[in-house]
């Protein structure tokens, strides 16, 4: 699959972020968006997604086969704000993404990331880490074409950094494009850097 983002133009009230960027995308890879603090990570990400709309650009999503797919419906986000229901137990967020994703348990993802372990403990007592690994699980079980990941690795300990890491590239596929933001660099295989720094 192919994203082309082309002739993009946004700016808050304090500046310029885009200023007619093209940027071309690949399944093929994982593309990791670099950059200081407002540099334009999570914009170019909350842009793709539908959540922020540019001045001016255009977006565009194709398959395998060079035809157009429309890319709203098709993608997963995760953000800063992790939406996950703080008031239900790990287990009843997790059931309430396989019925709304109409898919069945990632049994060894699942027990990986430790949920088996927190499946009664109610949301808002995890902590970061394990709510970062509940709404990573939550990606995995959507399986949309586009994954829009920002700062996916941030508040995980060393061992789930490292299975996580190697997860995404097993999820590298023809027909999934990943975008990932970071402020330094992950050495993924398969990666593609785009560095927003430099471009301004």
Do not use: C
Not at 73 to 91: P, R
Not at 101 to 109: D, F, G, Q, V
């Amino acid at each position: 699959m192919k994203l082309y983002i082309d002739d993009l133009k946004f700016s808050y009230e304090n500046g310029l972020i885009f200023n007619n960027d093209t940027y071309k995308l690949s399944s093929d890879n994982i593309t990791l968006l670099l950059g200081k603090n407002g540099s334009g990570k999570s914009t170019l990400l909350r842009i793709i997604s539908g959540l922020e709309k540019p001045n001016s650009g255009k977006i565009t999503l194709y398959d395998s086969n060079n035809e157009k797919v429309n890319h709203a419906g098709n993608i997963s986000y995760l953000g800063h704000k992790l939406a996950l229901k703080e008031e239900l137990t790990t287990q009843e967020n997790i059931k309430f993404w396989l019925n709304f994703y109409n898919t069945n348990l990632l049994n060894k993802e699942y027990e990986e990331l430790g949920l088996d372990k927190l499946s009664s403990v109610m949301v808002r007592k995890l902590s970061a880490g394990q709510k970062k690994k509940l709404a990573l699980y939550r990606i995995l079980l959507s399986n949309k074409t586009i994954w829009l990941l920002d700062e996916p690795f941030s508040n995980l300990d060393k061992q789930t950094y490292e299975y996580f890491k190697e997860l995404l590239v097993s999820k590298v596929d023809k027909d999934r494009i990943m975008i990932i933001t970071s402020h330094s660099k992950l050495e993924l295989k398969n990666e593609i850097i785009i560095n927003l720094d430099q471009d301004k």
